[in-house]
C-alpha cells in the first residue's frame, strides 16, 4: 500500500494542472524520483490507472526519470555521487559533513494533454 | 497536444502539514521522536525502557500507530505513560496529516517530550517527514545483523540508530562487527546505542541522549 497515497497526490496534481489548462485528457505525465526514494514504478503505475478512471487524466502513461542521488561536502565544497551503495563520506577528503542535493525528491515535471 | 510545466513534489502537501507541525512544537519548546522499526524490534518497550528515567524530569506523550488494536497504548498506559493510539488500517506508514490531527488532542503546553511509534515497517516511513526533530531506527538483534546493509533508505535518514534486544546476541548468529561496518558505510553520523530492555542495558545512556536533545532545543 505504500505508493497508494503518493499515486493520489500525484493525482490530484496532474487534475489540477490539467483542469487549469483546460484539457480534454492527460496523455503522459513525466515524472522524476529520486534514487534515494523507495517509491516504486511499477506500483505508482497501477494504483494510477485504478484511481484515474473517468477522469480526464484516464489512460495517461506515466514516463519515469530516476535522478541520481549527489552530494555536496561541507568541509571541501566537492560534489559526490550517493547512489548504490549509499557510501556516505566525501571521496575528496574523507568527510562524512555533507548535505544531499538531489536524488531525494519527487516531483511532477510536465504533463502532454489533448487541448 | 501540449505540454504543460508542473515541477510540483507529490509530497509537498506532506511536507507543510510537517512543517506547521514542527512550527508549533518549536514555538512550545517540545521535543518530538519518530521511532521507525520493523515490527517487533521492541519500539514500544524501548520507549517503555527510557521512559523510566525520562518521567521523573519530563512530561512525556506518545502517540503509537499500529494498524489495528490499542495494545501498545494500552500497554503504556497501564505504566503511566500517557498515550494515544493511532489506528492506520491499511496504510503502512504515517504522514504528517495524522500527526496534525493528534497534536489537537495532545495537551502540548504541559509535554516535555512527543515520541511518536510508527507502524512497525523498515520502508515506508522513512519517505514521510512528520515535523520531528529526531528519526530514531531501532533494529533488533534477532532480525539479523544485516538489516541495515538491507534497508538503506530508513537507516540512511537515521538520526539515531539503535540496536535492541543486546541480551539475545549470544543466543542467536549475530555479526555486530558486520552491522557496525553497514552503519559506518551508510551512515557515520547517526548515533548509536546498544540496549537490552531485558537486562536494562543502553537505556540510561539513550534517555541521555534523548534529555541533550531537549536541553539543545531549549537553549
Redesign the interface.
Known amino acids: 500500500?505504500?505508493e497508494?497515497?503518493?499515486?493520489k497526490?500525484?493525482l490530484?496534481?496532474?487534475l489540477d494542472?490539467?483542469g487549469r489548462?483546460n484539457?480534454s485528457s492527460v496523455?503522459i505525465v513525466n515524472i522524476e524520483l529520486g534514487q534515494?526514494?523507495?517509491?516504486d514504478e511499477e506500483s505508482i503505475s497501477f494504483y494510477f490507472e485504478f484511481l484515474s478512471k473517468d477522469t480526464t487524466a484516464q489512460g495517461a502513461k506515466l514516463i519515469f526519470k530516476r535522478i541520481p542521488a549527489a552530494a555536496k561536502c561541507k568541509k571541501c565544497g566537492s560534489n559526490f555521487d550517493l547512489d548504490d551503495?549509499?557510501?556516505?563520506?566525501c571521496p575528496s577528503c574523507g568527510s562524512?559533513?555533507y548535505e544531499v542535493i538531489s536524488g531525494d525528491?519527487?516531483?511532477?515535471?510536465?504533463?502532454?494533454?489533448?487541448? | 497536444m501540449s505540454e504543460i510545466k508542473v515541477g510540483m513534489s507529490p509530497l509537498e502537501r506532506n511536507r507543510v502539514i510537517a512543517d506547521r507541525n514542527r512550527s508549533l512544537l518549536d514555538e512550545k519548546h517540545v521535543l518530538m521522536i519518530n521511532i521507525m522499526a520493523a515490527p517487533g524490534a521492541g519500539k514500544t518497550s524501548v520507549i517503555a525502557g527510557v521512559a523510566k528515567y525520562l518521567k521523573p524530569k519530563y512530561r512525556l506523550f506518545v502517540i503509537e500507530a499500529d494498524l489495528a488494536t490499542s495494545i501498545d497504548a494500552d500497554k503504556l498506559n497501564a505504566l503511566g505513560i500517557e498515550s494515544m493510539q493511532v489506528n492506520t488500517i491499511s496504510m503502512c506508514h504515517l504522514e504528517a496529516r495524522h500527526i496534525d490531527e493528534r497534536l489537537k488532542k495532545v495537551p502540548v503546553d504541559d509535554t516535555d517530550i512527543i515520541f511518536i511509534e510508527n507502524v512497525g515497517n523498515l520502508v515506508c516511513p522513512s519517505e514521510y517527514y512528520l515535523g520531528e526533530d529526531i528519526k530514531m531506527v531501532i533494529l533488533s538483534a534477532a532480525e539479523g545483523h544485516d538489516k541495515v546493509a538491507k534497508y538503506p533508505n530508513i537507516f540512511f535518514k537515521a538520526d539515531a540508530i539503535i540496536l535492541n534486544k543486546t541480551d539475545l546476541i549470544k543466543h542467536v548468529d549475530f555479526d555486530e562487527d558486520y552491522l557496525l561496518a553497514s552503519i559506518s558505510k551508510i551512515n557515520p553520523k547517526a548515533a548509536f546505542f546498544r540496549v537490552s530492555c531485558q537486562t536494562g542495558e543502553g537505556l540510561s545512556a539513550l534517555a541521555a541522549y534523548i534529555a541533550e536533545r531537549l536541553a539543545a532545543k531549549r537553549i
Open positions: 500500500m505504500h497508494l497515497s503518493i499515486t497526490e500525484i490530484d496534481i496532474v494542472a490539467a489548462n484539457a496523455k534515494l526514494s523507495t517509491f551503495v549509499f557510501l556516505s563520506i562524512n559533513e525528491a519527487v516531483k511532477v515535471v510536465n504533463l502532454n494533454i489533448e487541448d
